[in-house]
């Protein structure tokens, strides 16, 4: 063999990565907490542990995810600004379902051919996620898979971890019969149910740059829509005793009615009023466009709530107070009631016009 081979002949630039790692770093710098020690580039994030101190018995509470075949959509789109929002959204809201506080975060970014460009805005877009949940960046890894993966394919994973006092642990073992149900509006298609939704616009030959008058905007700009990070809003929730929160779901893969059964226990039902909140334009015209049943739909997307806690009805009312003055549209949404057997919930009724 007379070629002398290389990293780079086997399709990894380290010069790029070393640039992206360059361009990525002012944005990280917004994503800090004074508990942060260092900067990035070491072999591990540190977190300055003697924060929790001051915990009775601090539990710890750890989450990972991705944002599945969103990913597509910001490639087709050319437009790798808020996907990384999508990654922080789906890891920290998982955390703050049982109270607990994200800490800090890392992300992992797959990608065929490193472009620094497009690696630096991901990241912005993670650092810029993390900032809106109160969450430190504290490290990460981009790995270039030259032969595994195109060269403008990629794919986000990200792992956080958080921390709740025991005593004021979230969860099923809390909730009891005429609890109320509140839900917090989606900002739309969130990160869940993308291969659904992909198919059924190919089916239906839609275009990306399709104007969607219902919406005022095209397919793809709404398809692109961050998912809405509601970390900060539900430990402020969490947080009021006034509210009296028993337990809360992060409406993602499965739809409402499986994401809530899960903070139910056995013996206890959640209803769920449809006509407490208008169906938004997209989840309809995607419906329309796939001849989707409702139970699919339903059981697919997130049909506009991204978020539910669990009250008592002495709270409720000023858990809803909180959240406007938070700038969180919420209503209620329904209710817990006694069933024998398996903790479940269940949608009735039809959409409000």
Known sequence: MNKQLSYAAAGVDLEAGDRAVELMKASIALARRKEMIGGIGGFAGLFDASALKHYRKPLLATSTDGVGTKVEIARRMSDFSTIGEDLVAMVVDDLVVCGAEPLFMTDYIAIGKVIPEKVAMIVAGIANGCRKAGTALIGGETAEHPGLLKPDEFDLAGAATGVVEEDLLLGAEKVA?????????????????????????????????????????????????????????????????????????????????????????????????????????????????????????????????????????????????????????????????????????????????
């Open 177 to 353: 019969s005429g609890d109320l149900v509140i839900a917090m509006t989606s900002s739309g298609l969130h990160a869940n149910g993308y291969s659904l939704v992909r198919h059924i616009i190919k089916v239906a030959d839609w275009g990306l740059g399709r104007e969607l008058p219902e919406i005022g905007h095209t397919l793809g700009e709404e398809l692109i829509i961050p998912t809405r990070i509601y970390a900060l809003d539900a430990l402020a929730l969490a947080r009021d005793k006034g509210s009296m929160v028993h337990a809360m779901a992060h409406i993602t893969g499965g739809g409402l009615a499986a994401n809530l059964a899960r903070a139910i226990p056995p013996g206890l039902y959640a209803t769920i009023d449809r006509s407490t909140w208008a169906l938004p334009p997209i989840f309809r015209l995607l419906a329309e466009a796939g001849s989707l049943d409702r139970l699919e739909l339903e059981r697919t997307l997130n049909v506009g709530v991204g978020m539910v806690a669990v009250v008592d009805p002495a709270g409720a009312d000023r858990a809803l107070r909180l959240l406007a003055e938070r700038g969180q549209d919420a209503f209620i949404a329904g209710q817990i009631v006694t069933r024998e057997g398996l903790g479940g919930a269940a949608l009735v009724g039809d959409y409000r016009n």
